[in-house]
């Protein structure tokens, strides 16, 4: 399985030369596996994928907050004539079916071209159960977030990825992703505060480096990468996070092999 980091900062986008290292895009990350590929998210990284020739994608949403899918609103295969796109996401707490959810940001005053307007044919897949999508096995489990959001577990080629992003370790919730992530090879967990910064946001639906490391001990995760960067955080401040604490902060174009 292959990961490629194609944003991975949070909230909104946060261009400028303090943030070259790890990027400025928003939420989204390519996967590949025995031929097969699925995007998670599709935050503005998703601009960022190479998909010239590809027919058919496939985007999961943790959910349809705007850093997470603002980058569908422009993203080239939506507006080309015989592709197919199939999205898969999970209704929030007022069980909002998906399509119509993704519907309000492609739609005036937000966007000016509708959904429907589209060229290519666009599928909603609203999660009831796991799924199989080639050569992946899918599982989700809610997360702990306004308004919602789930947490992926993606196994191929027997190696496993849990993607746990928007996540508040409220101690319910911490303690079923725990379960949820058992010995996974790779667990991105979202880092958006420090432990300072949490305390002064708490009930956000975002989590610290410290219960990422944490939360990897207890799940037996064989390596950790922190994602949902903080739209502030430089990357000298990420820089000295990784030195203080011994993680690693993901970089926007870097590749994990697992």
């Not at 943790?62 to 999970?90: E, N, Q, R, W």
Request: proline fraction near 5%; charged fraction near 20%; hydrophobic fraction near 35%.
């Amino acid at each position: 399985m292959r990961l490629t980091i194609l944003g991975s900062r949070g909230s909104l986008p946060s261009p400028g030369k303090d943030r070259l290292l790890f990027g400025g895009d928003t939420s989204c990350l390519r996967v590949s596996a025995g031929g097969d590929t699925l995007f998670l998210d599709a935050g503005t990284g998703l601009l960022q994928a190479e998909v010239s020739g590809m027919k058919e994608l496939t985007v999961l949403l943790s959910h349809t907050h705007i850093d997470h899918v603002m980058g569908l609103a422009m993203f080239a295969p939506l507006y080309t004539k015989g592709c197919c796109l199939h999205i898969y996401g999970y209704g929030p707490d007022d069980g909002m079916p998906l399509r119509e959810q993704v519907g309000r940001l492609l739609s005036p005053p937000l966007w000016p071209v509708r959904l429907e307007a589209c060229p290519a044919q666009v599928h909603f897949h609203d999660l009831t159960g796991p799924e199989n999508l080639g050569k992946f096995q899918i599982d989700w489990m809610p997360s702990c977030h306004p308004g919602g959001a789930v947490i992926y577990r993606l196994r191929a080629q027997g190696r496993t990825l849990v993607y746990a992003t928007d996540f508040e370790h409220e101690y319910s919730a911490w303690q079923k992703l725990i379960q949820f992530a058992d010995r996974a090879d790779l667990l991105l967990y979202d880092a958006q505060y420090t432990q300072e910064e949490y305390e002064r946001h708490r009930g956000y639906g975002h989590s610290t480096a410290e219960m990422g490391i944490r939360t990897a001990e207890a799940c037996h995760a064989s390596r950790l990468v922190l994602i949902h960067h903080a739209p502030w955080a430089t990357d000298e401040m990420l820089l000295e996070r990784e030195k203080k604490l011994g993680v690693h902060y993901a970089r926007q174009g870097e590749t994990v092999e697992l």
